[in-house]
């Protein structure tokens, strides 16, 4: 009986485990970008399952911080903010660094915010990073995504 409770303990814990992990913010190797002179370190999503994640589960993100997702190839990217806590801010962004369009996402809601145009790249901010920094549709970020462009 003892050996079966102990089984048991383990399975829970496991169990227990993995499903905290599944809410725990992923972190990611970061990069620094820029937009004009501005600074931001974002973490790069690459695979499917970090793209998926994305900034899921965080309660909040420094300022000059976000997440850079890069695709395999340029075509029209969507995205929504299930399971994101955080208001935020996405620049899709075209294969030479020039920002597409700018959209706005709320905490929580699955309401899909697509590119004006087929991207390789989407950078989520805290919303309002771009506004308040003058970046929209036609201005050029920087960084090693972009440097032999």
Known sequence: MT????I???V???AATAAYAQDAPQQLRSIPLTAGMHV???EVAISPQERATGLMHRKSMP????????????NPQ???????LLPLSI????????VVNIADMKPMDETSHCSAKPVRYALEMNQGWFA?????AGSKLGGQPWAAR
């Open 78 to 84: 969507c995205f929504w903010m299930k399971n994101t």
């Open 132 to 136: 308040k920094r003058g970046i929209k």
């Open 63 to 74: 300022a000059n911080n976000g997440m850079l997702f890069v695709f395999e190839e340029a």
């Open 12 to 14: 829970l814990y496991l």
């Open 91 to 98: 620049a899709f962004i075209a294969e030479d660094g020039t």
């Open 40 to 42: 931001i370190q974002a």
């Open 3 to 6: 050996c079966i409770k102990a």
């Open 8 to 10: 048991a303990s383990a």
